[in-house]
């Protein structure tokens, strides 16, 4: 399968929620990096996918995905944060690197300080784009992925 038919499976199968298929379009030494998680190796970048989908189950939850070439896409999320239950539209762009036919570096780029204006409205406005607020976020999101992937 070619870099564009893979990438395009891998956001048909999040559109579905289908983390499985996700994780099957990765390496198994695939490392993720995006400024909410920071950077995941393995097992550990598949359940992130795993556990996003998990909680997106029937919360309404919509992917859309351009402009894919043979090592980048552009996708959107819509979706509403649960800690603040409010709606956020996340607009991300992504690079890829393959090996041996399947994705073994994926980065996702977007505005940390617009999406946590949009995710945590003033606090996220006055904090969103600073260093701590990374840092503090990446943590969180790790310890939530630790405790997700201890229930499997």
Not at 84 to 103: M, P, S
Not at 111 to 133: E, P, R, S, V, Y
């Amino acid at each position: 399968m070619d870099s564009k038919a893979l990438i395009t499976q891998f956001y048909t199968a999040f559109q579905q929620l289908d983390a499985e298929a996700m994780a099957a379009c990765y390496h198994k030494d695939v490392v993720f990096t995006d400024p909410a998680f920071g950077t995941l190796k393995g097992t550990h970048a598949a359940n992130m996918w795993r556990m996003l989908c998990a909680n997106q189950k029937d919360k309404g939850l919509k992917v859309e995905f351009s402009r894919i070439t043979d090592h980048s896409a552009h996708w959107e999320a819509q979706y509403i944060f649960s800690k603040t239950e409010r709606k956020v539209h996340n607009k991300i762009d992504a690079t890829f690197a393959f090996k041996d036919g399947l994705i073994i570096e994926h980065t996702d780029q977007f505005n940390l300080h617009k999406w946590a204006t949009q995710a945590m409205g003033i606090q996220g406005f006055l904090l969103g784009g600073t260093g701590f607020f990374r840092k503090k976020l990446q943590a969180q999101t790790n310890k939530l992925l630790a405790r997700y992937e201890s229930s499997l």
